[in-house]
């Protein structure tokens, strides 16, 4: 325990605040219900999982008089029991729904948060195509008036599915079998895919398929594992897409040009990734050209993509958090493996990150650089 | 209750809302009737803060219908309400608590009284010497002992971590018992551990779940909040404050600041107000004590009464200058050392003070963690608080991961969870019933529980009736049941079973014999002998297993039954089987009346 001990008195001076807690089972999802809370879930196969929407404590969206607000705890405002194993879960923006998808991936489940209530209910399932053993849909929301559901496990499965009528309103109607790594809906007619190749490309949704995308795989590709993220409200022209891979390489594009990335730097992990299905990379909402990776190891690391001189070589973090190294009390013979994070909507510094172990943090880095 | 099916039945009053809150829980099992708890509820300052005990029993005296008062620690929501319901409602039973609780409870509630009386001169409230008569009628309990509160009613305590002296107690008639848990904790601290139980399987476990709802932030991370707070006012040159009650958490803190302390190579002072210390021997030797009885070893042992870098604290040290920590008690700043120094370092920025628990209203404390910044003190003397004032919850309660485990390590056949809002638990109540497959309860303020239970009830079998059974030859066979016949004696709480022979004995009977006969008309045209002679092979090859006999003046027994073969009066082609037996062959006897209802074989020739 005596590093653990060093390093809590070391986080004194690395945190501004830092919360751990312990879930009764580990989560690989943490999605926001507006600003207050989270939602996570469990994925293992053998039994029932819980969904829980967590209220976040208080004084992490209070900004004075803390002090006045013990409360350090996390509420569990819901839960619910899912029979599969949960890999994704969206929340229906501006309603009471939630989406997951997992194993076995032949069908999404629909589920409802209600007031009166602390149980979320299952509501209804949607039929997916796809019957492969291991692969299983990804899931983003195009949220209107009539929310549609956009899903597929591999490029040609791709569909926007009517949350209300089950009713399908596109389809990629391509023959493409390449495995999907990740969905992000940009806007109303608007989606962006990585495919677990490192193929990227951006949909319009009212047009036949013809997406804005990169060449495909480069060379020796095979061996690695993308994932990607495109990050919203950006000030200025500059890349807002950031693509990772699983032997530590990370891209940023342009959106407008795809195929030749505007700098590229490799992060110093432990490469590849043990789970690169776990890879995830985010843009800080709150800081320009700040990114978040995580799912090489016990770590998330926060990286200023300003600083790089692009050109591929190492870059360094400008944060890495080893909490979840440190703190781990169970002893167990493996090593946590952070599955999942994200970032607080608008505390500009703090992310959420929760690992293997089904521990689960709250922390608030100091940017210990130069002050500008 | 008598009878096959016992039942439980409880009202539970409990509090509303986390923190603020009060326990009194009314158990009724096996016709024993035990009090869990009788706290006070702080937020209210009128009646409303005791337990309405007419509740319990309309007219009759509580002393007559109660078997024993519980109280699981000594914190005021859990025995606040203790004198006013013994002194002044009026009990004279016993109650039953832990050493330590003994030893402390008297102290809060002095301490209760004094703010209550003396700063808020409110009326109608126990006295000083109630509370002393009220410690009379207790009876101390130790960890794992097993206390007869009389033939029939046992209780046993458990470790509850939470505080020094919790308990969880398990209150066991015959086979039926329950099992309530006070405030307790799951993770170990530094200087409680955890609670423990054993696979005690009570028909009913009844848990707080005030935190039932939460995911608790690790001990760690509230340690390290603390921690940062003390070391930004110290590097400011600022000073803290830390009133602490002198029974407790104090001693944790410290250990943690004095472990920073060296690590970080700070020079600032940390001082313990001398009140505290000479607290400190008595609640060390009380500690020792306790937790040297059998508990698991969830925690570090260490001496956390010797500190390297704490020393003892003089008056004249708070005009010095210069960054300084001070424990000083009490901890609500009502009064003395604690808030002597409060009115000093009050008016300083750089200062601050960390209340470590929950505030009485009417405290000084209590005025400033509602965010007061002008307080009048005596003399109308205005003080302005300019220090930051902190508020550190470091109290140990069971989170839904603690209850699920409490449940894991029990093993109860039913669950019922108290102090929480059932709007808000269903989910919880799901995932116990769904892990543990046992039945779930939330019960409100007043709502009454019952639980059918099937208690197995002892019988004593005698020497005399085991032998003759045994004597019949066959060998017992632990998956058969084995029918027995004899009579059940319920006389003084004790049941018996004997041979009929000897309860006639002993009620001073004769007994009656009870013999049936049956006529049975078999169309046969010879004579009764040979009529007789048929029944006889028929009976003979048919009850193999049973001993026919064919006797010298032509009747037929089977076993101990009796035919004999008559000609009917009138008519010469019928003959009259008569059929005997007594009671105990009744089965035999039917058996064998319908088996030669159905007649005889025709005869080979």
């Known amino acids: 325990m005596e590093s653990a001990e060093d390093w809590l008195v070391e986080s004194l001076r690395l945190y501004q605040d830092f919360h751990a807690f312990d879930l009764s089972e580990a989560t690989r999802v943490l999605e926001w219900i507006d600003d207050k809370g989270v939602c996570v879930a469990g994925y293992e196969s053998l039994k029932k999982n819980e969904i829980l929407h967590l209220l976040l404590p208080l004084r992490l969206s209070v900004k004075e008089n803390q002090g006045l607000f013990p409360e350090r705890d996390f509420k569990v405002r819901h839960g619910g029991f899912s029979d599969t194993s949960v890999f994704d879960l969206k929340h229906v923006p501006d309603t009471r729904l939630l989406v997951t998808s997992g194993l076995p991936g032949c069908h999404l489940h629909v589920w409802q948060v209600t007031e009166d209530s602390d149980v979320i209910q299952a509501v209804s399932t949607i039929a997916v195509q796809e019957e492969e053993g291991s692969l299983w849909p990804r899931v983003a929301i195009f949220s209107s008036m009539a929310p549609g559901v956009l899903h597929g496990a591999r490029l040609r499965g791709l569909k926007v599915v009517d949350l209300e009528t089950q009713k399908t309103t596109y389809s990629s109607g391509v023959g493409d079998s390449e495995e999907l790594s990740s969905l992000q809906v940009l806007d109303a007619d608007t989606f962006a895919f990585c495919c677990a190749s490192g193929r990227l490309g951006l949909v319009d949704i009212r047009q036949k398929w013809a997406p804005s995308e990169n060449a495909g795989p480069g060379p020796g590709a095979a061996a690695r594992r993308w994932c990607a993220e495109v990050g919203g409200r950006r000030r200025g022209p500059g890349p807002s897409i950031a693509s990772l891979g699983s032997d530590g390489q990370l891209c940023l594009l342009d959106p407008r040009d795809l195929c030749h990335p505007v700098s590229s730097g490799r992060c110093p992990v432990s490469a590849p990734s043990p789970a690169p299905e776990l890879l995830r990379v985010t843009w800080a909402p709150g800081l320009d050209d700040c990114l978040a990776i995580s799912g090489f190891d016990g770590t998330v690391q926060v990286y200023d993509a300003t600083s790089w001189d692009g050109t591929g070589g190492q870059v360094e973090p400008v944060f890495t958090h080893r909490g979840h190294i440190f703190l781990e009390d169970n002893q167990t013979d493996t090593a946590p493996l952070v599955t999942t994070h994200t970032w607080h909507p608008h505390k500009p510094r703090t992310l959420l990150s929760a690992a293997s172990d089904a521990s689960l943090h709250v922390w608030d880095w100091v940017d210990h650089r130069a002050a500008c | ?605």
């Open chain 2, 1 to 605: 209750v008598c009878g096959v099916n016992g039942r439980f039945a409880w009202l539970v009053e409990g509090g509303a809302g986390q923190d603020v809150g009060r326990s009194c829980i009314l158990v009724s099992i096996g016709g024993k009737n035990v009090m869990l708890d009788c706290g006070m509820h702080m937020g209210f300052n009128d009646d409303r803060r005791f337990p309405d005990f007419s509740y319990i029993t309309r007219n009759g005296r509580l002393t007559d219908f109660l078997d024993c008062v519980i109280i699981s620690h000594f914190h005021l929501d859990h025995c606040g309400a203790l004198p006013y319901f013994s002194e002044m409602v009026g009990y004279d039973g016993p109650i039953y608590m832990t050493h330590p609780t003994q030893a402390i409870c008297p102290i809060l509630l002095e301490d209760y009284r004094k703010i209550a009386v003396d700063k808020k001169g409110e009326a109608n409230f126990f006295t000083s010497q109630m509370i002393k008569d009220c410690m009379k009628k207790v009876v101390a309990v130790h960890l794992h002992q097993t206390v007869q509160v009389d033939d029939e009613l046992e209780i046993k305590a458990y470790y509850a971590g939470h505080v020094l002296g919790a308990a969880m107690f398990q209150i066991k008639v015959g086979s039926e018992s329950v099992v309530y848990t006070g405030d307790y904790n799951m993770t170990p601290d530094r200087h409680l551990g955890a609670a423990w139980i054993d696979k005690c399987r009570p028909n009913l476990l009844i848990t707080e779940s005030t935190y039932a709802t939460t995911i608790r932030d690790s001990k760690r991370c509230r340690e390290r909040d603390f921690l940062k707070k003390v070391h930004e006012a110290v590097e400011r040159g600022g000073k803290v404050l830390i009133p602490v009650f002198a029974l407790g958490r104090a001693q944790e803190l410290c250990i943690l600041l004095e472990t920073f302390w060296e690590r970080m190579n700070l020079k600032a002072p940390i001082y313990f107000s001398t009140g505290l210390t000479e607290k400190a021997n008595h609640y060390y030797k009380l500690f020792i004590t306790w937790t040297n009885q059998k508990i698991r070893k969830t925690f570090v042992q260490r001496n956390m009464f010797e500190f390297k870098h704490i020393k003892a604290f003089d008056r004249a040290f708070a005009d010095n200058p210069g960054p300084m920590v001070v424990f000083a008690t009490p901890g609500m700043l009502h009064a003395g050392q604690s808030l002597q120094i409060f009115r000093k370092w009050a008016g300083n920025e750089k200062n601050m003070v960390i209340m470590p628990g929950y505030c009485v209203q009417g405290t000084v404390g209590h005025k400033i963690l509602s965010g007061q910044r002008k307080l009048e003190m005596e003399g109308r003397q205005v003080l302005e608080v300019k220090m930051q004032v902190e508020y550190m919850s470091f109290s140990a309660h069971a989170d839904a991961k603690g209850i699920m485990q409490l449940v894991g390590q029990a093993e109860p056949e039913n669950v019922l969870l108290v102090h929480g809002e059932a709007k808000k638990m269903e989910f919880l109540k799901q995932k116990i019933e769904q892990e543990f497959r046992v039945s779930c309860y939330m019960p409100a303020n007043g709502e009454t529980v019952t639980l059918p239970t099937s208690p197995s009830i002892p019988v004593g079998i005698s020497l005399g009736l085991l032998k003759r059974e045994m004597a019949q030859g066959l060998l017992p066979d632990a998956k058969k049941p084995r029918l027995l016949h004899g009579t059940l004696i319920m006389k003084d709480s004790n049941f018996r079973l004997v041979s009929s022979e000897q309860a006639l004995k002993e009620l001073g009977l004769a007994e009656h014999q009870l013999r049936f006969t049956c006529r049975v008309h078999l169309h046969d045209p010879r004579k009764e002998q040979e009529t007789a002679m048929r029944v006889y092979s028929h009976l003979k090859s048919v009850l193999k297993e049973h001993c026919v006999q064919h006797l010298p003046d032509g009747s037929v027994t089977v076993e101990s039954i009796l035919i004999q073969a008559a000609a009917h009066s009138e008519d010469p082609g019928t003959k009259v089987l008569l059929v005997s037996w007594t009671y105990q062959d009744e089965e035999l006897g039917s058996h064998l009346t319908s088996l030669l209802k159905k007649g005889l074989p025709q005869a080979a020739s």
